[in-house]
């Protein structure tokens, strides 16, 4: 478990750029040093902002777009192109414009599939996707992503983790089906706990003062099952990325400067 570092910046709009400068960056990194990277997106207004300003920064080319694996945190469980889906989302802010492998671009089940509507089938091929994907190095049944963004919502909840539902009590699958969100629409796939904490690095993302409660409560010891953003680390680096906003409720004395 690594401690959370916290790194605040003036709004969201300077967040989201700096958050994509750190993202290329980690990308490039990996790509020499194992000739590939694997990245978990997230959604909302704060993941798909850093999407849009990743796909304007003009060191988006150092990617090496083909050698790029991507994944989803989470999904609504809706039909394939439905607007509200993350991956709908994430190929409108940047992906549709990158020359990615689209073998390597791996989109959670939609509910129009070969799954129809039984989201614990289509969380079970995510879950069979992740580890045929998985190398020996790995040491488990997921692969080692180098980066995992997470929104964090204003209950504390993280990819389709809510406080206190059964998918964030999982210790054991790495993916499974949501039924009953409180957040709409109400059925949903989702990698657990153990699935997120197999990254190397975890980033969450939070902008906006109704964000503010949920960093307070989530950075202070609060406990996982009634705070999944609390649960939420990865195996070198937990990295907070706030805006101002967000951090209105927290002490100074927990975001000291982080490193690049």
Do not use: C
């Amino acid at each position: 478990m690594s401690t959370p570092q916290l790194v605040v910046h003036r709004d969201k709009e300077l967040m989201a750029q700096a958050a994509a400068a750190r993202l290329i960056t980690k990308i490039v990194d990996a790509q020499a040093s194992r000739g590939r990277a694997s990245v978990v997106l997230t959604g909302g207004r704060n993941g798909n902002g850093l999407l849009a300003a990743l796909a304007a920064a003009p060191a988006r080319d150092a990617v090496d777009w083909a050698r790029l694996d991507l994944w989803w945190g989470d999904e609504r469980y809706l039909p394939e192109g439905d607007p509200e889906r993350n991956v709908t989302q994430a190929r409108a802010a940047l992906l549709d414009s990158v020359p990615l492998d689209p073998e390597r671009v791996h989109a959670m089940p939609a509910s129009d599939g070969p799954y129809g509507a039984d989201v614990e089938a289509a969380a079970e091929a995510y879950a069979a996707e992740l580890a045929k994907a998985a190398w020996p190095e790995n040491h488990g049944s997921v692969p080692t992503f180098d980066v995992l963004m997470l929104g964090v919502g204003p209950d504390t909840h993280v990819a389709s983790l809510f406080p206190e539902l059964p998918a964030v009590r999982e210790t054991e699958r790495t993916v499974v089906g949501v039924h009953g969100a409180p957040k709409p629409p109400p059925t949903r796939i989702t990698l657990t706990l153990p699935a997120i904490r197999s990254a190397r690095e975890v980033w969450l993302l939070a902008a906006g003062a109704d964000k503010a409660e949920a960093a307070a409560i989530a950075l202070s010891g609060a406990g996982e099952i009634q705070a999944p953003a609390a649960g939420a680390y990865g195996r070198s680096r937990t990295l907070w990325l706030l805006d101002s906003a967000a951090a209105s409720q927290l002490p100074r004395s927990l975001y000291p400067p982080a490193s690049p």
